[in-house]
């Protein structure tokens, strides 16, 4: 009977540990990590954006009411336009309103205004500044 070259792998062949497709496996699954992660932050900066906005668009509401509220405001209306105003605001406030409002309210009952209005938008304007900036000169 003729002889048959074996070769076993103890025999000089060497088998691999990790295949390519292992490596192209463990790269795909680090890229789906990283995706994931990067989707995680991105989600959280919009998140956080649309809260902002949400806040800001709430706070140009209640500013416009007030403007429009003090606009009418007249010798008629002014003990009701004031209690309106008071009965919208909490905290600090509402515990100084009196005093800070008494002022306006006797110019009001002075002047004897008769003023109609109406506010036709309102926008919120942000600025930054930087006190290490030379005056006169534009940022970089």
């Known amino acids: 009977m003729p002889e048959t070259d074996q070769v ?5 062949r ?3 540990v990790v ?7 463990a790269v795909l699954a680090l890229a789906a ?4 992660a990067v989707i995680a932050v991105m989600w959280s900066g919009h998140r956080a954006a649309a809260t902002e906005r949400s806040y800001q668009a709430r706070s140009m509401q209640a500013a416009g009411e007030w ?6 405001m007249n010798t008629d209306n002014v003990e009701s336009s004031l209690s309106s105003l008071r009965d919208s605001t909490v905290g600090e406030l509402n515990s100084g309103f009196d005093a ?7 110019v009001v009952k002075t002047l004897r ?5 109406r506010v036709e938008s309102v926008s919120i304007e942000e600025f930054h500044r930087d006190l290490d900036s030379q005056s006169g000169r534009r940022p970089p």
């Open 100 to 106: 800070s409002i008494a002022p306006y309210r006797e």
């Open 8 to 12: 076993t792998p103890s025999q000089g």
């Open 67 to 72: 403007t429009g509220v003090l606009i009418n």
């Open 113 to 117: 205004s008769r003023t109609t209005g």
């Open 33 to 36: 990590v990283v995706a994931a």
């Open 14 to 16: 060497r088998t691999a």
């Open 19 to 25: 295949s390519g497709f292992g490596v192209a496996s």
